[in-house]
């Protein structure tokens, strides 16, 4: 990160981090791990903004192409969640 600049956590993914299946209503984003991570770092004083750049039904390719979009160069801190976008619908895998 940048001296004197914010700290990011940057939460990349598809449909886990964004919480789906557990999220309906905006009060309910404390449920997702993204938030419990995005707590932890901030009560710990490691970073001073969560970042969510999750993507329903997307795989690494969007985030990887446009990264310098969704990954600023405060980022101290990042979780990536693909795996289940990576493999669905691909059954020789």
Request: net charge negative; charged share 10%.
């Amino acid at each position: 990160p940048r001296a004197g600049g914010n700290r990011s956590f940057v939460a990349l993914g598809g449909s886990n981090t964004c919480g789906h299946g557990v999220v309906t209503t905006a009060s309910e984003l404390n449920l997702t791990f993204m938030h419990g991570i995005g707590e932890e770092l901030m009560s710990a004083g490691s970073i001073d903004e969560v970042i969510n750049h999750c993507v329903p039904a997307m795989g690494p390719e969007f985030a990887g192409t446009c990264a310098s979009r969704f990954v600023p160069a405060s980022t101290a801190f990042a979780t990536v969640e693909y795996l289940p976008n990576m493999i669905y619908g691909r059954a020789s895998l």
